[in-house]
């Protein structure tokens, strides 16, 4: 078993004699109604500033994603999508096609001050953020709308499905923004978690790009990284952390990372007994990228259309070859260097 | 529910995740709709058509839970003969009279009962005094004894009354007026149905925002019919839940701050009809009825003796005189136009923010700049407490600083944390709050303020020989003072007296029961009597409910009695068995002769089901053994109501005052009985059959979002919140934004005969046109959290209302209107008041023709049924 | 305001739109996102860090020319590259500490010693080369002091010491060269950590090169020979290395390519390979000497800052995150099925 | 501090010396992270309180340390919430400490445009000046057929839903005995 690679549990990795069990979140999409309940009971707890009055058009999310600022962050996604257990929200309305293209890539556009570094860039291509062309209306308005009723392919907006998540650091088993920390400061808890050291931390800021899901971020006026820490303080004393504790139904569960992963695996599977076939874990798995994650999802889409990395892995598994392919350059180095003098005359 | 209470909301999904179908009706997608099983969309305004034709499809199929509505609801009971439904009158009942929009509800009584109706001399005062509202409480006012044929055959039995007037409520009915396909229809009446009877109940839950149209007791009406026909009142997992806004906004009824209500729902003394004690008791207990009402005579004695103390006695009628009296609409609505009149010299704003929170902002914003002194107590500087510097209306000059004499006295109030007391939440249940810090500076608690007030009052008074000062001298103002600062009443001590206890020995009482008539008791709330039982402040438990059985009837105080479930008698059968194991909640012991259960019985304890009362027996006694309903005069369940209700005797639909269409089921467009104020400030908008209703559209309805509450006095003010929700913004469907070019993100406003609030255009799927009778119908929502202080400022959406008011208990049509879309920020300055005047005009043109005729209006913010078989 | 999805017939949306319409090496990339939002944080490092990779291969490349020099006798060479290896590791340490956000807590970098982290070995290394090739360089003012007394001593025992200093400078020197490579490659960021294999060997090369290129600058042409052949040989190794990143990473080339790390990185290639060749040219020419110096630093910097910026842009698209991962997952190669480097392409 | 224990509190003497030797856990814990705690541990006192937003009665748990309060979180023990809070409820700590608030009275003259500053006990006088003359002014006896009012149509009051059931008590009991009657709450908004 590698330290730097594979199913690992962290905590005793890390030095910790008999530790406690690890501790995680299991955050089930499916059951959240994006109440936003998690990102200020955690702000209220970590004393967190706000980060700016910013409508960003994504739907009801005016965080934007995680920052410095915002350790949980309720992602809003409006889909023309059946949902697999209810019936077609809009059948038999007389709608036609949506305008949600144009909405997202207006929406992506948005850029936050978020008072953090780097922050909630706007999308570099917002027309990526587009699900279809704009609909073409004629301007005639009118008892019936324009393109509905001579609607070649018979689109009607029938289904509609709104998905919430809320979005945290994952607290991975291989976590590369603490490999990387050059202080100390970003380390593993007894509980298995990932904390930075806010006594430590001298805003380095390499964590920030080492991260394979864009979490950990600067605050501006103060130069240190912040992220989501599980709580550690309350951890301590045997409390659940703020957002878990807070939220109404239970979309944030926290407890030992083994018992989570099961009762996440009979939540897939009831899901799916009832016909919602699209619902899948997301970093539960052990053997995945960053040796799974302590804070792992269900969710009912691929993991990029909540803005996760579908396949993410730790960058230092490769740190090793890194280190070697550095080695024969530096090596080069030298024979070069040697040669250049040796060789030849004056 | 989950948008507006999240966390009440955990509770549909724990039936979720056991199999309940969660259905969301809603003009709009929401939080809910994404958590609902079937989401229907539908036109705001429409919900009678919706519900009533769910009750129609009950009745036509008799799917009605047949052995509950026979014994337990007035389905049986014969109505006079001359009563005439909708059916026969064109959408009016009998009785109405064209000159005052009222009716005389003589011809809705029960067979035998008709001198009821001659009773209520003046329907239009009934009106203006929103005396449903106390009927409400003080129970249906009907004689014990009715004529019934429980074979439900007879013509003029409720039941077959019922069947006919919703007859014409069918899916294509529905359809047409609501939008909502038959598909979806029949999805809704099969679920509600199968999941109702003897082993499932099936909840009904509403957000207050029902209560807030022109026919918005009726929809709550239309809600009652459906579960009282489907068995699912006084059971587990049925009912109707009404969703409240504010922490005590139930307290604030039961101990009301209300112009036609005294504590425990007493009303507020009539100049003209409640001349005197024995009058003013009569009126609640109205002899002959069945029930708890019957005692109200103690009830109001000891009220009485709690305000006058020693010098309310047998021989001046416990000081009845005392009492202020009402002759009219002394609602908020009908103040705020008297300010604007000049007629009301000062304002107490009590954590209250009309400036945003109430209907016509422009409207309160000016009445409040013709005041003489305003009283503003808040936790903020709130939008009310600043009209007179930074008002849309010092905008467009219509109020001016220097021009202004309103004097304002903005005083800081203490917090939640800082004060101790019992809100109690929208179950009626009572919660003690413990003080955790004093409240910082000058602020203060609203128990301070109004003790020193009395107190300074009663010393500037002392030597006054004047008769009228007199209620202030004699009044019981001894609350023993303490805290840090000395000067804070104490909460428990008012508790007490709100408990009730006995004059001579200061033992709190135990139930509303122990009081007497006689003055040798006091209570200041009889419904609240027991809160402190034994001398413990019932409303500080706190027993953890893991501790306790699911009731939890250990933690706080419910009233009354601390019952959990109303009228839980019927949850069982006529022979007080369970309907079914599953659904066992309340059951007749035999062994020990008496109701027990998991919750407290909501019937005389020892009266078993077999009971029948002696003929010409009233009040408790009254009640037979299996009469459930023991607030009601009959003790039945009121499918017909036959008395209090201004509206009718049944639900039926009418538009909202504002709307784009014609009523297609009845020649009556609107309301006939609704309040409506004509007057300058106040232009509607016109609505068919006037002309030129394509003036104003779209339906447009409020709500709230998650982030924030209500007027936003405590949440833009809170930064975490603020952030959450940084924008006022509305939301439109794509089909709209077509329609009227407007672009998501980009700045937009709506406009109605009375305002323009502009915000960020939302161009969302959520929302979706309608086809409303052959036509497309689009619908714009919009927040209303916004004013112009906090963290985060923009328009507030209550501006856009005009006022019109439900008959019956005077609360104004907010939740639906007709309005423009139109794309840009709206003009500003003097600009804005001539594009708005503009628009009155050319709305005012079309006024004249309307008066009685068509007005229309409504729809709900959210009603959803929730289906837990559990 | 949906969020991505994809469209109505099931497949993704299109998602390349490049700014610059140069020529794509990659068609257009499907996929689907948050509102088209980064799923990565880019650096938030200002100008110090690129500008502190070239300082840093600059203070590597000179210790090694002033060692070189020394063993053989160039003390001009010497000289010069002594002080600019000073000079540069000074500025870099300047640089290093400027970019903190709590500069004044700069000393916690040796808190800890951690293999994992570049930085911290970063650090260590730097706090290594750093004094040594500091005394070299002071070594090198042996000649001013007196001949007497403490100072005389001084005087005397200095350059033996300079000496061993400069040699365990340019002993550190490959690494304090080469770990920066490491540093961006051991990132999440896209277009770094998949130039893993090429990002030494460039760093290396431009390491030399600007060592040379200082040499050059700095000592008569007499002196400079090897410097020539070594401008070559670093500037060949740059060239070849970055030229790999260009075109062997698939879609995670693009950045190397367009916008401004495009440009940076033909500005690069232009100046270095002008160096080296104005170097073998120049072998008479002073000026010409100076120049290709000043080509071959100014080549140097800017594929620093070239390959810098191509990592940034490609850590703002979420294109660069979610189009390769997607492509791994659809050949049925995830990264936890493949506990060995699996990255797209192989390239050294 | 001695060297030595400056030495070995060094986290690379301790990475070479203890259980951690890649520095990522228990060596590199900061004397702040040994020190943590919960400041609902050592809180100088806990209220049992109840949301003041709206009507579901969530239970809180109101922490105070040094008279301040330190943390507001659900209480766990309510069979209403069972320790859950919505964001509003979650924020009302941010709500009570809000720097918004407005701890002193503000006085707005006739025809002024600004605030001044009152004496909380001034304010209270002018008060209850204004409420008495008012009153007086505007007092009704009787109505046109001689039927007793006892009233003011004067002094008119509308709040009450976001206070206690004992503030509510008080308001209505005071305005009743000083006969005015127009006074509401948001139960008929």
Redesign the interface.
Known sequence: MSSFYGPLDPAPDAGYADPPPRKGFFTDTSVCIGCKACEVACKEWNAIPADGYNLLGQSYDNTGGLTANSWRAVEFIEQPLASGQRSAPFAGAPTGPSASATSAVLAARTGQDTGTEPGIEPAPDPTAAAPAAEPQFLGMPGIDLPGRIDDPDGVRRTDFRWLMMSNVCKHCTHAACLDVCPTGSLFRTEFGTVVVQEDICNGCGYCIPACPYGVIDRREEDGRAWKCTLCYDRLGAGQTPACAQACPTQSIQYGDLDELRVRAQERVDRLHEVGVGEARLYGHDPEDGVGGDGAFFLLLDEPEVYGLPPDPVVTTRDLPSMWKTAGVAAAGMVALVAAAFVRGPR | MAEAHPVGFQWVMEAKARGAKVIHVDPRFTRTSAMADQFVPLRAGSDIAFLGGIVNYVLQNELDFREYVVAYTNAATIVTDGYRDTEDLGGLFSGFDPETNTYDPESWQYAGHEQNGAERQDHARQRETAAALQHETHGMSVKGETERDETLQHPNCVYQILKRHFARYTPEMVETVCGVSQDAFAEVCQAWTTNSGRERTTALVYSVGWTQHSVGVQYIRTGAILQLLLGNMGRPGGGIMALRGHASIQGSTDIPTLFNLLPGYLPMPDAEKHPSLEKWIDAVRHPGSKGFWANAGAYGVNLLKAYWGASATVENDFRYDYLPRINGDHGTYRTVLDMIDGKVKGYFLLGQNPAVGSAHGRAQRLGMANLDWLVVRDLFEIESATFWKNSPEIETGEIVPEECRTEVFLMPAASHVEKEGTFTQTQRMLQWREKAVEPPGDCRSDLWFFYHLGRMVKQRLAESTDERDRPILDLTWDYPVGGERGDEPSAEAVLKEINGYEVATGRPLSLFTEMKDDGSTLGGCWIYTGVFADGVNQAARRKPGREQSWVAPEWGWAWPANRRILYNRASADPDGKPWSERKAYVWWDQAKGEWTGEDIPDFPKTTPPSYRPDPGTSGVEGLAGDDPFIMQGDGKGSLFVPVGLIDGPLPTHYEPAESPVRNPLYPQQASPTRMVYRRPENPLNPSPPEHDTDLFPYVFTTSRLTEHHTAGGMSRTVEHLAELQPSMFFEVSPELAAERGLKHMKWGHVVTARAAVEGRIFVTDRLTPLRIDGRIVHQVWLPYHWGSNGFVTGDSANDLFGIVLDPNVLIQESKVGTCDVRPGRRPTGRALAEYIAGLGRAAGQHQAASVTAPAPATDPAASKPDEEPT | ????????SGDG?????R?GGEELAVPPAE???????????????KYDIPAYLFTGGLA?GSS??A???D??G?SVLRRAARAASLGAVGVSTYFLIN?????E??Y?????????????M??WILAAFGPAAGIAAVAELAGALPHRGVLGLARRLLPTAGRAAGLAAAAA???L???T???L?????PS??EA??VL??A??GG??ASG?GAGLMAAPV??T???R??AV??AA?ELAAVHAAENDLGLLSEPYQTGRPGRLLRLARTLTAAGAIGAVAGRRSRILSILSGAALLGGSLATRFGVYEA?V?S?????Y??VP??A??GAGR????A?K?T?AHQQ? | MGVREFIKGWPVYRQLTGTDPLGRGAAAKSSHSEQLTARTSTADSVARSVCPYCAVGCGQKVFVSGGKVAQIEGDPDSPISRGRLCPKGSASKNLVTSPLRQTTVKYRRPYGTEWEDLELGTAMEMIADRVLATRSATWQDADDKGRPLRRTMGIASLGGATLDNEENYLIKKLFTAMGAIQIENQARI
């Open positions: 305001m949906t969020a991505p999805r994809a469209g109505r949306r299109k998602g390349g739109h700014p996929f689907r996102s948050y509102y088209g939002r980064a799923v990565l944080k880019a650096p938030v490092w590597a090694l020319v060692a070189g020099a063993l053989t160039r970019d903190l956000g709590r500069p807590r700069f916690n970098m040796l808190r800890v010693a951690k293999p994992t982290s570049p930085m911290s970063g650090s020197a490959p690494a060269a080469t770990y490579a490491v540093l490659a051991d990132t999440a960021v770094w950590h893993r294999r030494p060997f760093f290396a390491a030399l040379a007499s002196e020979a090897p410097l052949r070594l040989a670093g190794l990592g842009a850590a703002k698209d979420p294109k995150t979610v991962q997607r791994r997952l995830p990264a936890g099925a506990p480097d990255g050294g």
